[in-house]
């Protein structure tokens, strides 16, 4: 099995011999070591997807709008990088959608990067199929396909407000079964807690 530093490498220089920028071609090899540790196919989908980039004439977007419709299909890196850069204004539209996004795996790890950043969850729906994306720890799906994904549709993307999944009922409940084990404090405790006594050895 290929280490996940390697894949980075590789991923990285592979992009940047297709064309790509280095800086970009950074952030290529960050994303595609994401979606392999997360156990989605990002190197099938690299491997075609720069198989085809120089001979393939696909859209650039660099400032994204609520709704992003394109005849010619969207470049997967190039609106990740923009998402990524703008992601701290667009999470004000609640949702953001795309038409005709190429190689639609290669968009995700972008958003799985957001999430962190923002501090939100983000779903996405990517014709059928959805995914959350949790802070960038976890990759949630319906998605098991291990193939290479050429096309998308239609592309919904939403920013999930935080709210617990458990009522204040439930959390007092719990917290007061924790107050079992609570110690008294006595001055002992105080004095053996800050860490003197009444010998000084100085």
Not at 76 to 84: E, Q, R, Y
Not at 131 to 154: A, D, G
């Given at each position: 099995?290929?280490?996940?530093?390697?894949?980075d490498?590789?991923?990285?220089?592979?992009?940047?011999?297709?064309?790509?920028?280095?800086?970009?071609?950074?952030?290529?090899?960050?994303?595609?070591?994401?979606?392999?540790?997360?156990?989605?196919?990002?190197?099938?989908?690299?491997?075609?997807?720069?198989?085809?980039?120089?001979?393939?004439?696909f859209?650039?977007?660099?400032?994204?709008?609520?709704?992003?419709?394109?005849?010619?299909?969207?470049?997967?890196?190039?609106?990740?990088?923009?998402f990524?850069?703008?992601?701290?204004?667009?999470?004000e539209?609640?949702?953001?959608?795309?038409?005709?996004?190429s190689?639609?795996?290669?968009?995700?790890?972008?958003?799985?990067?957001?999430?962190?950043?923002?501090?939100k969850?983000?779903?996405?729906?990517?014709?059928?199929?959805?995914?959350?994306?949790?802070?960038?720890?976890?990759?949630?799906?319906n998605?098991?396909?291990?193939?290479?994904?050429?096309?998308?549709?239609?592309?919904?993307?939403?920013?999930?407000?935080?709210?617990?999944?458990?009522?204040?009922?439930?959390?007092?409940?719990?917290?007061?079964?924790?107050?079992?084990?609570?110690?008294?404090?006595?001055?002992?405790?105080?004095?053996?807690g800050?860490?003197?006594?009444?010998i000084?050895?100085?």
């Amino acid at each position: 099995m290929k280490a996940l530093s390697e894949i980075d490498t590789t991923a990285k220089r592979a992009s940047r011999a297709a064309g790509f920028p280095w800086g970009i071609a950074e952030e290529i090899g960050k994303n595609i070591r994401l979606l392999e540790m997360f156990g989605l196919p990002g190197i099938k989908n690299l491997n075609q997807y720069l198989k085809i980039y120089k001979n393939q004439k696909f859209q650039n977007i660099s400032l994204i709008a609520k709704s992003n419709i394109s005849k010619i299909p969207y470049c997967p890196i190039i609106a990740g990088v923009s998402f990524l850069d703008q992601v701290t204004i667009m999470e004000e539209l609640d949702e953001i959608n795309f038409e005709n996004v190429s190689f639609p795996i290669l968009f995700m790890p972008f958003l799985s990067r957001a999430s962190e950043i923002i501090g939100k969850k983000i779903l996405l729906k990517i014709d059928n199929k959805e995914f959350l994306f949790n802070f960038n720890q976890s990759i949630y799906s319906n998605y098991s396909s291990k193939e290479i994904w050429e096309k998308s549709n239609k592309i919904n993307i939403q920013f999930l407000e935080n709210k617990n999944l458990f009522n204040e009922n439930e959390w007092q409940e719990l917290y007061k079964l924790s107050e079992k084990i609570f110690v008294e404090e006595t001055e002992e405790l105080k004095l053996k807690g800050a860490g003197a006594g009444t010998i000084d050895n100085d």
